[in-house]
């Protein structure tokens, strides 16, 4: 069945890069999602890829996707302390419509001054 | 101000119970849904509403069922709750219908607890 797992925690000082990995497992997926809770807050969406793309670099995120491993990465640059919240991987194994969308358990970033 | 908000934030009910849980967002949107995060943490949609009128329902028991009394609410009301719906269930929504780039907006979410 479809999966999707990430780490669960990741620390970092501010100032440094981050990099949340996340794997799936259903290769007919067409777009990857990235998503951002802060704390207290809901889901936003942060940023996305097409499955036939390699990178996609939006301001300070850059995105990496191998699709033969099925592997996906979020790379924040400079993370700053307003970077801390989870992050959700987030799969479309039926292409395309973001209501059909299989998500990870979330990676909680720290940022530390 | 909340964008979407969702209310209660956590609901404990005895199994056989009706229950309903309220959405509503201030942002104009068009289109509003609910996603069932179960306990492996997976979200997965289990209604989506355009304009009040339904646009995915997906295999959901028949006991759940969505009232969208205008484009800012989506309520939710289960009857007859069952152990298995507890879950936390999130509401969203979004501009227009499920572009791709669409900005999915999400309420906090509902802890249900079913005892």
């Known amino acids: 069945g479809e999966d999707v797992e990430q780490s669960l925690f990741l620390s970092v000082r501010e100032g440094d890069s981050s990099v949340i990995n996340c794997t799936y497992t259903?290769?007919?997926?067409?777009?990857l999602y990235w998503y951002k809770q802060e704390p207290g807050a809901g889901l936003q969406l942060l940023t996305y890829?097409?499955?036939?793309?390699d990178m996609k670099q939006d301001q300070r995120l850059t995105v990496l996707l191998n699709k033969k491993d099925k592997h996906l990465s979020l790379r924040i640059a400079d993370t700053q302390t307003g970077d801390s919240a989870i992050y959700f991987c987030?799969?479309?194994?039926?292409?395309?419509?973001?209501?059909?969308?299989?998500f990870g358990k979330g990676t909680k970033l720290s940022v530390k001054p | 101000d909340t964008a979407v908000s969702q209310t209660p934030k956590y609901l404990v009910t005895q199994m056989g119970n009706d229950k309903s849980i309220k959405c509503e967002q201030n942002?104009?949107?068009?289109?509003m849904y609910w996603y069932k995060q179960d306990s492996k943490k997976f979200l997965k949609i289990m209604f989506s509403?355009?304009?009040?009128?339904?646009?995915i329902n997906e295999t959901v028991p028949n006991r759940f069922s969505p009232k969208s009394p205008d484009k800012a609410h989506l309520n939710l009301h289960i009857n007859s709750l069952e152990l298995g719906d507890s879950a936390v269930y999130f509401c969203?929504?979004?501009?227009?219908?499920?572009?791709?780039?669409?900005?999915?907006?999400f309420g906090s979410g509902t802890q249900l607890s079913v005892l």
């Open positions: 942002l104009g949107h068009d289109t």
């Open positions: 890829i097409f499955s036939n793309m």
């Open positions: 509403y355009n304009n009040k009128e339904l646009i």
């Open positions: 259903d290769s007919s997926s067409t777009y």
């Open positions: 969203a929504s979004s501009q227009g219908l499920l572009r791709l780039n669409e900005k999915l907006f």
């Open positions: 987030a799969e479309s194994p039926y292409g395309g419509s973001q209501g059909n969308l299989i």
